[in-house]
C-alpha cells in the first residue's frame, strides 16, 4: 500500500514540478523572441509583424527537442529512487 | 523590525538544518559488539522517531526492533574531523520502506545478520573488527531514540577516508533547485503580476504610501520617547 502512496503523490509532486518547469521555460523563449525583435526593429516595426515573429519563434520552440527534454522530469526520479534501493538492499 | 527579521530567519536556518541533519545519511567508523532484537514499546513521542513494521508485515502496538551495540570513533565537526576517543553509540535496524525518509531499505533483517556476523569477527584482536555504519537520526538518551543503520561496511583500519558522495550531489541538487525556483519566482513576478498591478494603476502605490506615511508618524512618536542624545556625534 505504502508503494502505491509513494507512486500517486510521487507522481502529483512531479507534474507539479512538470508544469512549472515548462511554463517556465516557454516565459523565457518568449521574453527572448520579443527582445530579439525589439532589438532588430527599434522604432516597432509593421503592423502584427511582432506577434507573428513570436508566434513562429514559439512554433519552432515547440517542434525542438527542448520542451521534451522537460519529460525527463518524470525519468530521473524514477532512474534514482531504483538505484537508491538497489545500492541500499544489495550486500 | 530587523531584529525581529534575523531572529526569525535564523530560526528557520536552525529547524532546516536540523531536519537535514537528521534526515541526511552520515558516517560511523565502529566496532560492533553485539547485535540483537529487543521488544520496544513506543511512548506517544518518541514513536514519531521510529520507522513503522518491516514492508512485508502488520503494524501492532509493539514490536521487536534489532539493535546494533559498537563502540564508536568520535568526531568534530559532523564527522570531518577524527578523535582519538571512542563511544558507546546504539543504532536501531529497521525498514524504512517506501515511507519516509526515502532510503528505501528493506533488508533489516539481512542487515541484523551481517551486523551479528561482523560482531563475531577477530573477537580477539583489538583493532580487527572495524566498520563503517551508514545512518540516519540521532541518539538522544532521555527519549530512548536511536540513529537507523542502513548500511554496515568492514574496513581493514579505522583510519579509512570517508567521502559523502551523496551529501554532495544532494547539495548541489539543492542549489540548483533553489536558483531554479528564485529565476522561476522572479520570471513569473516580471511576466505575469508586474503587468496585472500596472493595469491596476497605482492604487496600490498609493496605498502604500499611504501605509509609510503612517508607519512614519508611528515612528515618529516612538522616537519622541527614545534618548536624544543617543545619537548625537561624539566630540
Redesign the interface.
Known sequence: MAFIKLVIFGFIALTVIYFSIAIYSRSVRKERLEDEFDAEHPEGGAAGARDTFIAEGMQDYNNSIRPKLIGLVYVVPTVVIAAIVYTINAN | MQRLKTIVRVLVLLLAGSFLHYVLPQHDIVQISQAEPRRTDFGSFNRWFYAQAD?GSTEMENRDIFYIFTEKKETFLLGFIPRDSTETMVYRNEDT???WP??????SS?LHG?ATAQARRFTDSADGNWAVITHYGWRIPFLSIFPNA??ITPVENPDVRIIPWFNIFFFVFLIVAIV?IR??WR??RE?SVDPLLDAAGHQIDEVQADVAERKGRVGRWLGTWRDKNKNRPIK
Open positions: 514492508s520502506g517506501w515511507i526515502p532510503y528505501f531499505k528493506f533488508d539481512n551481517q542502513v548500511n531554479f529565476a522561476a520570471q513569473f511576466r
